[in-house]
């Protein structure tokens, strides 16, 4: 159960990225009330909260109504995943955590980013969502497994709207290279769970 929680845990750290979504916030609310953050910060964490819940729970249900196998699912996530941790390793943006430029301009226009960019795509963006499927299929038929995994992801996201809620005060304490030292030794793990999805997804498929 520990080796379960560990991994969901460290997997959503990594591409959930609560510092990084921390200090994207920060940026883009710099001219918004404190009331106003605050009110950004725990709408868009639950609906980012709903959105990875519901993949969780009914991910695989929905991917297996569409004839993709585990195994597909296996593979596609690690090399998403793999990508993830490139970006992370070497600080190169893929869009699977982080906005795009074009996003970024539509954003500083809105007044309410709640829903857009923060719910979505930066704390339920693509990574997390095949994260949370990925580790509820390798749960499945253990409920306590399963709800270690929910329960890691719900810690994850608390962790998450903290940082929102902190931003200002983590980015001075850790400084730009503190939040990238961490960011690269989250992508190196990542990047080794990512080739072991990959792994257990063409064994499983039989190819080999």
Not at 99 to 120: C, G, H, N, R, W
């Amino acid at each position: 159960m520990l080796e379960t929680a560990a991994l969901s845990m460290a997997t959503f750290f990594a591409t959930i990225g609560p510092l990084d979504v921390a200090a994207i916030f920060a940026a883009l609310t710099v001219n918004s009330t404190r009331q106003h953050r605050r009110s950004m910060a725990v709408r868009g964490t639950l609906i980012a909260t709903f959105i990875l819940v519901l993949f969780a729970l009914v991910g695989e249900l929905v991917l297996g109504g569409l004839g993709i196998s585990l195994a597909a699912l296996r593979t596609a996530g690690g090399i998403l995943l793999l990508l993830i941790a490139i970006e992370m390793v070497f600080a190169r943006t893929t869009g699977g955590t982080s906005t795009t430029d074009e996003e970024e301009q539509e954003a500083l226009s809105k007044q309410d980013i709640s829903v857009f960019p923060i719910a979505t795509p930066l704390i339920a963006g693509p990574g997390a969502m095949g994260a949370a499927i990925l580790l509820m299929a390798d749960a499945e038929g253990d409920l306590t497994h399963q709800l270690i995994v929910l329960g890691s992801l719900l810690a994850i996201l608390l962790f998450t709207l903290t940082g929102m809620l902190l931003a200002g005060r983590i980015q001075a304490i850790l400084g730009i290279i503190g939040m990238h030292v961490i960011t690269r030794v989250m992508g190196v793990l990542l990047s080794a769970l990512a080739v072991q999805f990959i792994f257990d997804g063409v064994a499983q498929s039989g190819i080999l």
